[in-house]
């Protein structure tokens, strides 16, 4: 089994997807000798600071990168990512589940771009219907991603973590 080169969350808030990542990858030997990269990214500035804080609590989470910056414009080339790993907001804590609803198709849709071809991305979120209903038809029907598996928790109906690949990347 081939560990993810580069691994993004972006929209990694504290970095706690990517913490967990690094412990998963080192736990089953899959990142000593060559350690994955992980970047994170996030609008606030505040909660990149927490996720370096938690980096260095943790320890040996490099290499790691955060960069300030929008989800809908990653500043990342097209195609450089093996895996992307997102929780976005579900509208609780952060802005509204209206805004949510409004941006995740385009949050999608640049997450593909940054993903390689065959690379995958494993979204958690409480908004499976829109993802399934509204997010995905569009990127299926481009030949850009693919839903691979739909996995619900037990007893949390609302809660699904989606597991796309993407198939092509665009001309």
């Not at 080169?5 to 736990?27: E, F, N, S």
């Not at 929008?70 to 805004?99: C, E, F, M, N, T």
């Amino acid at each position: 089994l081939e560990p993810p080169r580069t691994i993004l969350d972006p929209m990694c808030g504290v970095g706690t997807y990517l913490i967990a990542l690094r412990w998963v990858l080192q736990q089953r030997g899959l990142d000593s000798q060559h350690p994955s990269e992980l970047i994170g990214v996030d609008l606030d500035a505040g909660s990149l600071a927490h996720m370096w804080e938690n980096v260095e609590t943790f320890g040996n989470c490099q290499p790691c990168t955060a960069i300030l910056g929008s989800s809908s414009r990653l500043p990342l080339k097209s195609d450089s990512v093996d895996l992307i790993v997102a929780d976005p907001p579900w509208g609780q804590r952060h802005s509204s589940h209206q805004y949510v609803k409004h941006n995740f198709r385009k949050w999608v849709a640049e997450w593909a771009r940054v993903l390689r071809p065959g690379g995958r991305a494993v979204i958690v979120t409480i908004c499976k219907k829109v993802f399934e209903d509204q997010v995905m038809p569009p990127l299926q029907q481009q030949g850009l991603l693919e839903l691979e598996e739909n996995v619900r928790q037990q007893g949390l109906d609302c809660l699904s973590a989606l597991c796309c690949e993407k198939t092509i990347s665009p001309s």
